[in-house]
Every structure is written in C-alpha cells, then in structure tokens.
C-alpha cells in the first residue's frame, strides 16, 4: 500500500492518517481510493470498534489537488471521462466524491475526525462524513469554490452542519469558519491546543470503544436516519446535480470543467 495514507489498529480504534503533508494532504485520485480502502478495511475488521481519521503535517486537508488540473488532465483520469465527457465526469464524481463520502458516513462504526489548521473544500468532505469533529485551537473551515464557477463542494453538508445563514455567508465570501465558531454552532464537538489534538482525540476514541459495539451501531442509525427522515439524504443529491451545472457551466464558457483561480483559493484559506 502507498504511503500515502497509513493504516494502524490498536485498542480497538483503527487510525487512518493523511500522510501526503507536504502538498497539505490535498487529494488526488490515488489518496481517495487509498482511503476508501481504509475505511472499507476498518468497517470489515471485527476487532475495530471506532475509526479514527487524522493527517500528518500543520494542515488536514487543502482539499481536492488541483494543481495545473485542465480539462484533458483532468480527463485522463478515467478514460470514460475522455469518451463520455461531462457525463463521464459525473459518474466519476458520484463514485470518488459524493459517493466516497456518503459510503463513510454509513459505515456503522463511530468515527471521529481530528482536525488542524486548514481543512478547505475537498477537506470538508472527509470530516463532514465523520461522527464526531475534533478540532484543534487552530482549525479553520473553508469552502472556497465558488470562485471556481461551481456552488459548493460535491458533497454539500454546509446548511446540515451551520445552519442556512451560516452556510451563505461561508459560500458567499469564502472565508474559513474558525474553530470556536464551528463549536458554537454544532459542526464541531471539541476544541483543543493544537499540540494535545493527537492526545485527546484518541482518548475520546477509546473512550467510546469501551461501549457495546451493537449498541454504538444502532445510536449511530438512528441519528443518521433522523437526518435522512429530514431531508438530507435527497438534499445532497440535489445539491450534487446542481455542483454538476457548474461544472457544465465552466466547460462551455471555457472548455474546462472548473475555472481554476489557484491564488485566489489558496489566499481565501491562508494555506
């Protein structure tokens, strides 16, 4: 396995960790499938009881790596992207974004997100899927991409976790929501110093490996079918058919499918 993203199980807590710091964890292909195996791993493992995702480095997550990404690159990801074009594009977004996060969010075991520093964008979509948010003292929350011709990442938590108003204004001005606030309004369970995330995420998470596993299953359903009674399940693939106008949007006003201003978003989360 790449390292890429590192794997452990101890106490029954499997660690899932970032390990790509000095691009800021952002994701490519190869991350997200490798983290998808993770998750699969943990939720396949009898001897895990929670799943714990961290990253190495001063940054969780710069979100999705787009670095140079023109239409052809991004094309030559998948060849069916090449053939089919947006249609291909959105069946792959299905798979590795909207679908990626929906599959971790569903896995019946508690987990936790430690989050530090900058988690921008395509960073939302790991934590978002989590149970439970730990944040460092340090944590910021961005969703910068609307500068980039869509209205929102693929999977679009924002007004499930901050409430509508809370949710324009992060959209509307792409700046970060700060730790503090973020507990406030309810996205985030706990914050601490940056140099004690390690140690009191994973105290939280051998805490609630202490509980009955059948029971951790079924607390967990019904808080998730709650939100899916509410509406949330059918939202997000309403607001994903909607991400996916933009990207048909950019690619007719400039043959890519996203209008990549790079400094903008890097400025927009201080990365």
Same mark, same amino acid.
């Given at each position: 396995?790449?390292?890429?993203?590192?794997?452990?199980?101890?106490?029954?807590?499997?660690?899932?960790?970032?390990?790509?710091?000095?691009?800021?964890?952002?994701?490519?292909?190869?991350?997200?499938?490798?983290?998808?195996?993770?998750?699969?791993?943990?939720?396949?493992?009898?001897?895990?009881?929670?799943?714990?995702?961290?990253?190495?480095?001063?940054?969780?997550?710069? &979100?999705?790596?787009?670095?140079? @990404?023109?239409?052809? /690159? %991004?094309?030559?990801?998948?060849?069916?992207? $090449?053939?089919?074009?947006?249609?291909?594009?959105?069946?792959?977004?299905?798979?590795?974004?909207?679908?990626?996060?929906?599959?971790?969010?569903?896995?019946?075991?508690?987990?936790?997100?430690?989050?530090?520093?900058?988690?921008?964008?395509?960073?939302?979509?790991?934590?978002?899927?989590?149970?439970?948010?730990?944040?460092?003292?340090?944590?910021?929350?961005?969703?910068?991409?609307?500068?980039?011709?869509?209205?929102?990442?693929?999977?679009?938590?924002?007004?499930?976790?901050?409430?509508?108003?809370?949710?324009?204004?992060?959209?509307?001005?792409?700046?970060?929501?700060?730790?503090?606030?973020?507990?406030?309004? &309810?996205?985030?369970?706990?914050? @601490?110093?940056?140099? /004690? %995330?390690?140690?009191?995420?994973?105290?939280? $998470?051998?805490?609630?490996?202490?509980?009955?596993?059948?029971?951790?299953?079924?607390?967990?359903?019904?808080?998730?079918?709650?939100?899916?009674?509410?509406?949330?399940?059918?939202?997000?693939?309403?607001?994903?058919?909607?991400?996916?106008?933009?990207?048909?949007?950019?690619?007719?006003?400039?043959?890519?499918?996203?209008?990549?201003?790079?400094?903008?978003?890097?400025?927009?989360?201080?990365?």
């Amino acid at each position: 396995m790449s390292d890429l993203v590192l794997y452990d199980v101890s106490d029954h807590v499997a660690t899932i960790t970032l390990n790509r710091p000095e691009r800021r964890n952002a994701q490519n292909p190869q991350l997200l499938d490798l983290l998808n195996d993770c998750w699969e791993r943990a939720a396949a493992d009898d001897d895990v009881k929670v799943i714990l995702l961290r990253a190495e480095g001063p940054h969780f997550s710069a &979100g999705h790596d787009t670095s140079g @990404v023109k239409n052809d /690159e %991004l094309s030559s990801v998948d060849d069916n992207i $090449a053939e089919t074009g947006t249609l291909g594009l959105y069946r792959w977004e299905t798979k590795r974004f909207l679908g990626y996060s929906r599959r971790w969010r569903e896995i019946p075991k508690p987990s936790i997100a430690a989050v530090q520093g900058a988690c921008i964008a395509g960073g939302l979509m790991l934590v978002w899927p989590c149970d439970l948010i730990v944040a460092a003292d340090n944590a910021r929350f961005a969703d910068p991409v609307v500068m980039m011709g869509v209205g929102g990442v693929e999977y679009h938590g924002h007004t499930w976790e901050l409430g509508a108003r809370k949710a324009k204004e992060m959209l509307f001005t792409a700046k970060p929501v700060l730790a503090d606030e973020a507990e406030r309004r &309810g996205m985030v369970n706990r914050v @601490v110093p940056v140099e /004690e %995330l390690d140690q009191k995420s994973r105290e939280l $998470a051998l805490e609630i490996a202490q509980m009955h596993p059948h029971a951790l299953e079924m607390a967990k359903r019904v808080v998730n079918q709650t939100l899916d009674i509410q509406g949330q399940y059918a939202a997000l693939q309403s607001c994903f058919d909607i991400h996916h106008l933009g990207h048909n949007s950019s690619y007719v006003q400039t043959g890519s499918f996203i209008m990549v201003d790079h400094n903008a978003v890097k400025a927009s989360g201080k990365v």
